[in-house]
């Protein structure tokens, strides 16, 4: 049977699709992520795989998406696949029946048991209905200045200053105050060197190790990292992470040679 959490799936704007599910051995195997992919627009959502330069809105708020996984709990003879969705807490907020096939071959038992769990999915009549609390975790565009990175950067050092002051800084959004989420700030010394891709940069550690990925956004000096719910902008000189998880900002300075 379907499930729910308080929050509703329409409660969120986005679903992000990965690259790869857990229970596969590469990417796209038996095209599964194209296809959630092509479901999830289909059935009225906005899908966005993981490595696409997401939208603004989303940019600055990854709480407006869901992130898009499939369990796969397949017996003898027997392919079972379930759809969930969880919110940038990592909390589910949906998961549907189990898709099932009997066919032999994988890539088409897996094929016919995704599109199952998808009809379960489409029975939602999903339609996007803005969540305050939701919107509160991000930037209120009633508050952004017409170049809303450059906005995003002023904030940033706000949160920073007022800290100092032990201030606790606040939000305005819709006609009710929010508390802003806890900030922090830290130094990573560990010396990460920069290797172009064609979609940004790899940044990479000394034994050759990839870090993290960024992904290009409009603004030359503001990336997105892959997989994650956080972004690499340069303030004052240095390359600052800047992660979300909802409940607490985390920004630290990375030292990275390009």
């Known amino acids: 049977m379907a499930s ?3 929050n509703s799936v329409n409660d969120y704007k986005y679903v992000i699709v990965p690259n790869q599910y857990d229970f596969l051995d ?3 195997q038996f095209q599964l992520n194209s296809i959630s992919h092509f479901l999830f627009n289909k059935y009225g959502f906005i899908a966005l795989k993981e490595d696409e330069i997401f939208p603004e809105d989303l940019m600055f708020n990854p ?3 869901l992130k898009s996984d499939v369990a796969d709990e ?3 003879f027997k392919t079972r696949l379930r759809i969930e969705l969880t919110n940038c807490k990592g909390e589910l907020i949906y998961f549907s029946d189990f898709g099932e096939s009997f066919e032999k071959k994988y890539a088409i038992a897996y ?3 995704l599109r199952d769990a998808f009809l379960h999915l489409k029975a939602l009549n999903y339609k996007y209905q803005p969540n305050e609390t939701i919107l509160a975790m991000g930037t209120s565009k009633s508050e952004a200045s017409k170049e809303e990175i450059e906005k995003l950067k002023e904030e940033l050092a706000a949160l920073k200053e007022e800290k100092n002051n032990q201030t606790t800084p606040e939000v305005v959004v819709a006609e009710t105050a929010e ?3 806890d900030s922090t700030t830290k130094t990573m010394e560990t010396l990460l060197f920069a290797q172009k891709t064609d979609g940004g940069y790899q940044l990479v550690d000394k034994s050759s190790k990839v870090v993290m990925v960024l992904l290009n956004t409009r603004n030359p000096e503001v990336f997105m990292v892959q997989g994650k719910n956080a ?3 340069k303030e004052a000189g240095a390359w600052v992470l800047s992660e979300n998880d909802g409940n607490q900002v985390t920004n630290t300075k990375l030292n990275i040679k390009l």
């Open 4 to 6: 729910f959490s308080q």
């Open 63 to 65: 709480c407006l998406a």
């Open 111 to 113: 094929n016919k048991a």
């Open 26 to 28: 590469e990417e796209d």
């Open 179 to 181: 508390t802003v989420a």
């Open 231 to 233: 972004m690499v902008f």
């Open 74 to 76: 397949s017996r003898t």
